[in-house]
């Protein structure tokens, strides 16, 4: 998954600077903050000084364990002894308001996002990957060996958030549980992780997904189920309430449904309505999202539209219509 040639165009772009700025995407996942806190630890290591820098909101409850570890404020450095290493992303947009600061840096890019693009120079991105931490994992062991037990904890954790904890895995996945289990041999407790994942959710979310599963609209066939959050529902409710990962599981469960959009206003520019998409195996959902400016992978994928919830739920599901459509009779192949 990481060859020769990647660690030495790594370790070629770290030897050029000093300091770096490790950012992530905005409302940030445990994937995404713990790829980051990894390198940073990382560079450390080979010497240099390390920013962790994230735009946030630190929604997700699972997330807020992290935030300490993360500044708002890009640090104003020299340009010609500085860079910025993304992770879990490629897009400057998607870095939210941090994007701007850090545009003028030199950058190198770590994901596994199937609709990344980046100069292949300057980047390891690898979409059959499961998580920006098992590749960030195999460069900290290739660069340093054994992973620590604190680093060793925060990579199984963002591999677990984003690997759905190994659920979402195919038959191909050996080499992921045996880095997995190199993990869980340098420290990291498989049990103590998922109840870090799973438990400790406020009564309240359990109520907005009530909420959510009423306003549950069946399109094309019954094969999508869409569901906005109206403004009214997200203040009453809150962001910390909104549990997607537990919606999107459940709603996966019903026969015959192949894919769930869920669109929302973003919680700090309320012009903007984020839209995401979660479906079954066979349907590519990352292209819908694409012909729209988003990315994401083949079965989570999303996008950002400065529209009001009904445009951009009118827009997506125009574009959303000519896949259905074509694949009314089979299912939409990768």
Known sequence: ???????KKFTNFVSCYNNF?????????????CSTIALADLLNRMGKQAFLVSAGPFVKEETLIFEKHFTSEV????????AVIIADCSELHRLGNVADSVADYPRFIIDHHKTADASEDFSIIRPKSPATCFLV???YEKIVGKIPENIAKVLFFGL?????FFRYLEDDSGPIFEAAS???QSGANPKRTYGIISSGKPAESRKWLGEMFSRMEFLFDDKLICICEEEDVAKRFGSNNRDTATLYDQLLCIKGVEAVLFIRQDDREPS???SSFR???HFDVSAIAAELGGGGHKNAAGLSLNCTIEEAKSRILNVAKDFFDKNRNSPLKS
């Open 1 to 7: 998954m990481v060859c020769e040639n990647d660690i």
């Open 21 to 33: 700025i490790i950012v992530g995407h905005k409302g940030p996942d445990g994937d995404c903050l």
């Open 75 to 82: 640090p104003d450095l020299d340009k010609n002894d500085s």
């Open 160 to 164: 677990c958030t984003d690997s759905g």
């Open 137 to 139: 994992q195999l460069i």
């Open 272 to 274: 903007i309505s984020v």
């Open 182 to 184: 190199r993990l869980v």
């Open 279 to 281: 479906s079954v195996e």
